[in-house]
């Protein structure tokens, strides 16, 4: 073989054929398998029957068994959820699903995944069958580390989309199901799904389209109580499981607070989209804590001692208030490139600034309307907010908007550097923006005006309808300008797209605030520490710590930082004696305006040794300061509406 001195000087530069290759034998790619056909607008043939048997809670198993009705032999693809309403990512938990067998006839039919969308799954239909039968396990969590845990032995959260296959090529709205649930015997089981028919402690419940039904999750518990909040325009109930009976016993000025939520929210947005309504509260220290919105009900879990601690467990006490709200925004009226027509559509995020943004925004508003925060509470939340915010440094390199991609970028997995690569952050951010829109409403309409007025405008159309209604970017802007004329286009846009320096803050100095620092933590502040377990010193060294002195959310570029140390890293000696949180505070109090280094001993997996933290600013807590002299626009803002 003779080669060139040109051809392996090419060769070598890594440029053409090396010896004996051509390019027609360098690796070509294998054509795609054809692509899942897309979901079209028209009826599926026949109701699928669903039969789920919750029993099993001491393996943490849902049982399935799917009938879904066929109208011809040939190829089938049936699909799993993969894109959730309210998860906003790829995440529906196809990990969980195990057992899958399809029957026809009376006989074993196999499967075969899709080898690029392995959330479907073809099969082949025999001559003459009318149906195929389906018969999996959802295999939920049965510990932290694996995931959230959904069953127990108390009480379970029932997920539809993780317990239901259906057929590809149709809106999720133009296929209809009846399902069905199993329970232990003597438990209750919740629901918005309206029930046809129980026999024994088998509830079967009125066909509905695919979409309501992911849209309505069942809590079932052993020890429950049913609370009602409201009876006009239509029901609105609080279904509360427990992990003990005790923890139901509610006072009545914690349920009055709850009632006031309802009404405040019908003040707000002077409408309802649902025909009735189900808080569904979960009260537990095992299974794992959810908010998660639904048109008709809403997923709520929290501490145990929700009702039985309610003088000292608000911190957070919003969490209702921001469900309910998405009945409204993010249910109802939804960001038009979010919405899908089926359930394996990708969704686009780019709005969730609005969706979420300003659910926080109102989500805080209503605690504070409804009771279920004082004003000064509230006002010590906001100032948390705003402080963490403030101190955000990513935002140097990377805009507000962007985050709406996190959910999945991240999927909403832990972060090492959080402060830097940011988050979600278009939550809590985006609630400063809608605060900053609220308060610069008001001073232009010299009070006349409000955000409440947008909400009623903009959430409020309709009432009664339960139909989504998209919107894009500039209806938003539109309705704003409906409310009071303004350049709101820019206002978004620089908020969203501008790199600071600090938050947007303009909103509270606007409500007569300013944000501030003292040695002291609010009693929110606080609290949050305590109900935590934590010691929050990320406004002073910049990091917290757990009990035992692990940091945690070490913020980048802060002192602890700069002296060399991260997430996980445990302090076990302060000044040269054994750590304690307070030690820990009295010597960043006591090197506060002076030179010498705060000494840390620091055990780092099997490394130990002393860094020296040069920080001289004090303990640094966050609050709200009243700005003499001007309106106190915050303070009406979450004033009840009468």
């Known amino acids: 073989m003779k080669t060139t001195f040109l051809a392996l000087c090419l060769v070598a530069l890594g440029v053409g054929p090396a010896f004996g290759q051509t390019a027609a034998s360098q ?8 692509p899942v056909p897309a979901p079209q607008d028209r009826p599926y043939p026949g109701t699928i029957h669903l039969a789920v048997d919750a029993t099993d809670t001491a393996h943490h198993v849902f049982s399935v068994h799917e ?7 040939g190829p089938m693809i049936l699909l799993y959820p ?3 309403p309210g998860h906003h990512s790829p995440n529906g938990p196809l990990q969980e699903l195990a057992g899958l067998v399809f029957h026809a006839n009376g006989k074993r039919i ?3 995944r899709d080898p690029v969308n392995v959330f479907a799954f073809h099969i082949t239909l025999p001559e003459g069958a009318k149906t195929v039968e389906a018969d999996f396990q959802q295999l939920t969590p049965v510990q932290p580390r694996v995931g959230r845990i959904t069953m127990t032995h108390e009480m379970f959260d029932l997920e539809w989309n993780g317990v239901a296959l259906y057929p590809a090529g149709y809106f999720s709205r133009d296929i209809r199901f009846e399902p069905s649930l199993k329970v232990r015997t003597g438990w209750k089981a919740y629901s918005a799904l309206e029930p046809a028919s129980t026999a024994g402690d088998t509830t079967t419940f009125k066909p509905v389209p695919f979409n309501t039904l992911v849209d309505s999750p069942v809590y079932g518990g052993h020890y429950s109580r049913r609370f009602e909040l409201s009876t006009q325009p239509v029901p609105v109930w609080l279904d509360v499981v427990a992990d003990r009976p005790d923890e139901l016993d509610a006072s009545p000025e914690a349920i009055d607070a709850h009632r006031a939520l309802v009404a405040q929210a019908y003040k707000l947005y002077g409408s309802h989209h649902y025909d009735h309504y189900d808080f569904l509260l979960s009260l537990s220290d095992r299974q794992g804590g959810i908010g998660l919105e639904h048109h008709r009900s809403s997923e709520d879990g929290t501490s145990a001692d929700y009702f039985t601690n309610w003088a000292n467990a608000y911190t957070g006490r919003d969490l209702l208030a921001h469900e309910y709200t998405h009945s409204w925004n993010g249910k109802f009226r939804r960001p038009a490139d979010l919405w899908t027509p089926n359930f394996n559509v990708p969704m686009r995020d780019s709005l969730l600034w609005v969706y979420e943004g300003q659910t926080q925004y109102w989500g805080y508003v209503l605690a504070a309307r409804a009771g279920l925060w004082t004003k000064q ?4 939340a906001i100032a948390s907010v705003a402080a963490t915010y403030d101190h955000r440094i990513g935002r140097t390199w990377r805009q507000l908007e962007d985050t709406t991609n996190d959910p999945i970028i991240a999927n909403r997995r832990p972060l090492s550097w959080l402060s830097w690569q940011r988050s979600e952050d278009y939550y809590s951010e985006g609630q400063l923006i809608w605060l900053d829109a609220d308060t610069l409403i008001r001073q232009l309409s010299n009070g006349t005006k409000s955000l409440d007025d947008f909400a009623k405008a903009f959430f409020g159309v309709d009432n009664g309808s339960y139909v989504t209604k998209t919107y894009t970017f500039d209806d938003v802007v539109h309705a704003l300008n409906a409310v009071q004329p303004y350049d709101w286009a820019t206002f978004l846009r620089s908020r969203l ?11 509270l100095t606007r409500g007569g605030y300013r944000l501030g620092y ?22 002073s060294i910049g990091a917290t710590l757990t009990q035992d002195g692990t940091l945690m959310n070490v913020m980048w570029d802060g002192a602890v930082f700069k002296a060399g140390l991260t997430d996980g890293a445990r302090v076990l000696a302060v000044n040269g004696q054994g750590y304690t949180a307070d030690r820990l505070k009295a010597a960043i109090a006591a090197a506060k305006g002076k030179t010498t280094p705060i000494e840390l001993s620091v055990e780092n997996g099997e490394r130990y040794f002393t860094v020296r933290v040069d920080y001289h600013g004090g303990l640094r807590y966050p609050h709200l300061e009243r700005i003499a002299g001007t309106p106190d626009r915050l303070g009406e803002i979450l004033t009840p509406k009468p």
């Open 110 to 112: 196999p499967w075969t």
């Open 377 to 380: 509470q509230a006002l010590d």
């Open 497 to 507: 797209e501008g790199h600071g320096p600090g938050a947007p803050l303009a909103g």
């Open 67 to 73: 009938t879904i009705p066929v109208a011809a032999a």
């Open 27 to 34: 690796p070509q790619p294998l054509p795609m398998p054809a």
């Open 82 to 84: 993969q894109w959730i």
């Open 518 to 539: 003292s040695d002291t933590p609010t009693p929110f502040f606080r609290t949050n520490e305590m109900r935590r377990h934590i010691t929050d010193l990320s406004f």
